[in-house]
């Protein structure tokens, strides 16, 4: 059974991406199509505030992209011994909390230890914080449509048509899996269009509760939630939905 999930694919320490491998396990053939693009935002005034520990109680990292953007800062500005010698150990003085495991990951990479990971969502992780420091956020990067996101999935539809006379699905996937509401966005006309009256077939799946009401904002419904925003949690909530699905 045809899986499609709409992200980027990441490669973990085994060279293939989590969920395309939890999935598997369950034995659904999981496809992933990148329906976002990052540019980069106010890097040199981020880079300033990296280099003042002192005036912060503590980092937030919503995703790995704002990981991404703290090692851009120690590359362009030159900050990398600094990083090593002194900055490091004053922010591992203080908190750096994290929304989600792979996102974790990639902090501890830069030496940091992490809090928070297992709150589940940036919500629970927003409650978590908030009793305990003031903050001052800094938006470092901003999502735009991915260049390739329609012709992408134009080629997935049209492969799975041609396996036609060998799938029940009538050349869509049995589920789609969102990410984020902006991934939401600049993708679900593109869905819609390409699966037309079979649209209705489609079980749709959401990463977490805010992608989730984005969808039922959008008039779909949603078929499961993880429960964790993690490869395992995702992909027994799609086989769960999945089997109560073909029991009907």
Known sequence: MKVLLLKDPKEDDCGQDPYIRELGL????????????????????FSEKL????????????????????ELCLEKDDKTEAWKK????????????VVGSATA???????????????????????????RIPM???????????????GNLKSYFSREVVGL???????????????SPSGLTYSLQ??????????????FAAIGPTTARALAAQGLPVSCTAELPTPGALAAGIRKALHAHSCC
């Open 190 to 203: 593109h869905i819609q269009e390409l699966a037309g009256d079979s649209i209705g077939q489609i079980q």
């Open 105 to 131: 990951s990639l902090v501890r990479k830069i030496g940091l230890e992490t809090e928070g990971e297992k709150c589940g969502n940036a919500e629970k992780l927003a409650e978590y914080i908030c009793s």
């Open 26 to 45: 369950y034995g659904l053939d999981a496809a992933l199509i990148p329906v976002l693009s990052f540019e980069f935002l106010s890097l040199p005034s």
């Open 51 to 70: 280099s003042h520990p002192e005036g912060y109680g503590g980092l937030i990292f919503t995703s790995p992209r704002a990981v991404e953007a703290v």
């Open 136 to 150: 001052e956020s800094i938006t470092v990067y901003q999502k735009i449509p991915h260049p390739g996101i329609q």
């Open 165 to 179: 006379l060998f799938s029940s699905l009538q050349g869509v996937p049995a589920s789609i899996t969102f990410f």
């Open 86 to 97: 002194s900055l490091k150990e004053k922010w591992n003085a203080k908190p750096a909390y």
